[in-house]
């Protein structure tokens, strides 16, 4: 959805800047015509004649371009440009932008720009973390600002990979989505996603092999096409992609009571729900409070443990039963045998609009592939999909839901 855009790239001084290349590659490619703008910094990086030579245009770096008085308007790219994108973006400019510090071109661009301003951070992960830092980016984003930032790692403080700047691919993934036509927009929707883990004791429980990727497609299907989107994720490695986090609020869990707390107080709230996560049918009736141990005298080995399994909350029949006139509520069913015939009893119970069933004797489909194949089940009828893969096969699901007419909240 970029052809025929119009983009100003601000480029600052980041040893990310040699990126900017690919960034304009990409966008040119979609059909993007590129302006650079660049700080007196972002010179010593990249040469104005690389750029100059991949976007076909003079690259805008000082307030006068000559000394016969010919100057650079920024009022005038203000007006021009169908967005601004601020790639690599330092600690430096972020100051600069937030604090309406207009002492170089790019700055006086952006204060001039009528157009959505996109910001890619390139940092080290002291600068990110500084305060100062994040003061700034909370006050941009308080502006209508969008960041886009590479995925953070797994850490207990959230800030692994942070600071660095997002890939070119994901950047223009990001732009391409926003100018794309939103089907989905000022609709609220709820997924839930991955499996639950039950606890046995500290160190182990009962789960299953869901990675989350069928219903993390679903998400950023959901959030491509402008709904505001509530991710309910158990425990999974799956990670949303930059251009999806930033639009996404996401709610972490563990075991199926925190899944249904969660989804019991954002279902009323929204227009429609998604119900992906494979969620454990039962628990543990009593957790351990420290690990089981096997017996070390031999002569008396326990032979066998017996653990005493309780039904978990059924989230689907409460969710059905909340379900009030307008609301949509989609089901999965993970079916080894009768898959239809059970799907449909699913379905009737659990209140669902329609299902989408998966079966175990499609080989290369269902936990842990990249590739599915559903059917959809409705009380109108069944169509069947071939296999594909999962973000595609998220597409075919989310168009069965915009066809239904989702109703926004009275």
Known sequence: MLKGK?????????????????????????????????????????????????THKPVVSEFFSQRDGTWNSHVDLGLWADAMLIAPCTASTLGKMAGGVADNMLITTYLSMKAPVFI?????????AHPSTQSNMERLASYGNHFIEAQSGFLASGLEGKGRMAEP?????VLDNFFEPKDLAGKKIMLTAGPTFEKIDPVRFIGNYSSGKMGF??????????????????????QLTPFASHLIRRIDVESAQQMRDAAVST????????????????????????????????????????????????????????KREGQKLIGFALETNDEEQNARKKLDKKNFDFI???????????????????????????????????????????????????????
């Open 6 to 54: 119009k983009i100003v790239l601000g480029i600052t001084g980041s040893i990310a800047a040699y990126k900017s290349c690919l960034i304009i590659r990409e966008l040119i490619k979609s059909g993007a015509e590129v302006q650079v703008v660049i700080t007196p910094a972002g010179k010593e990086f990249i040469t104005p004649i690389t750029l100059s030579a991949l």
């Open 120 to 128: 890619a951070p390139a940092m080290d992960l002291d600068m990110y």
């Open 169 to 173: 691919k994901d950047i223009v993934a």
């Open 217 to 238: 497609a679903l998400t950023e299907e959901c959030a491509r096409r402008g709904a505001e989107v509530t991710l309910i994720a158990g425990p999974v490695n799956a």
């Open 267 to 322: 279902f009323p709230d929204t227009d429609a729900a998604i119900l992906c996560a494979a969620v454990a049918d039962f628990r543990p009736e009593s957790v351990a409070s420290q690990k089981i141990k096997r017996e070390e005298d031999h002569s008396s080995l326990i032979s066998h443990l017996s653990i005493q399994l309780v039904p978990n909350p059924d989230i689907a029949a409460e969710l059905g039963k909340m």
């Open 356 to 410: 989408v069933l998966n079966s175990l004797r499609n080989e290369g489909t269902c936990f842990k592939s990249d590739e599915n194949q559903i059917s959809i089940i409705s009380r109108e009828g069944r169509r069947d999909f071939e296999k594909k893969p999962k973000n595609l096969v998220a597409k075919d699901i989310i168009d069965v839901l915009a066809g239904t007419g989702i109703s926004p909240k009275e």
